[in-house]
């Protein structure tokens, strides 16, 4: 009986202390030793679920954030360049086209209308007012600003014909090639004039440039079986100018507008 007692008592003890344990682990939160398990499954559990919680809450969230961020800012960034690469595309496109306005205005201005300060001018290589030939050479002057397209040109040099017989036109030399004007008769009226004869020149003749002149044509004209002519009564005829001059009775024409002289 003392021992059981004794026993008993001691049991009691024992468990009093086994009691006070556990009440001083969960107040420290250091998970007591279990009988039988040596430590390991409170290992195990506590790092395991620390590991895969942490990473998977810091890492794969963290990285889609700053991920979405960047992206977000990229998406940002390459809006804002396309917005400026389109902006500077609509300038360049803006300034190229005020450019080619600019330059369809000037080019008009050298073409289309009339241009001022051309003048035409004539000399008599041959004198001789009652011979088989008349021998008209010109000039074209530009004293304007812009150059001009010859082949927006046309002059002509009026005559009597005597009888109308078929007339003949000849290039003995002309700067910018005879093989570029262009040379035919037609009939008028005025004072001293039936006919004229008009030159005007192809596109590969080029321009006269402003301040330049279109360098020298030798015109020539007969009548077709070389009979004599009669200059003296010509509108156009002079044989007190065997040098070129500014003469007024031979006339200049920029897109069938009178620009230079007087018509008979």
Known sequence: MDIKMVNGRWMKVELLGLAAAVLVACATGVEPVREGAGGAGGDVSASTTGDVVGSSTSNTTGD??????????????????????????????????????????????????????????????????TDNQMKPHFRIVNGGGASVPLSSLTLRYYFTAEGNPSQIFECDYATVGCGNLMGKFATTTGVMADHYMEIGFTAAAGSVMAGG????????LHNQDYSNVNEANDYSFDPTKPAFVDWTKVTLFQGGALVWGTEP
């Not at 902006?87 to 050298?110: C, E, R, V």
């Not at 002149?213 to 020539?220: D, F, K, L, P």
Request: hydrophobic residues 35%.
């Open 213 to 220: 002149n279109s360098g020298e044509i030798q015109a020539r």
């Open 64 to 129: 889609f954030t700053t991920s979405t961020s960047s992206s977000a800012a990229s998406s940002s960034a390459a809006s804002s360049s396309a917005a400026s690469s389109s902006a500077a595309s609509s300038s360049a496109a803006s300034s190229s086209a005020a450019s080619s306005s600019a330059s369809s205005s000037s080019a008009s201005s050298s073409t289309g209308g009339v241009v001022m300060g051309l003048a035409l001018q004539y000399r008599a290589a041959d004198t001789n007012a």
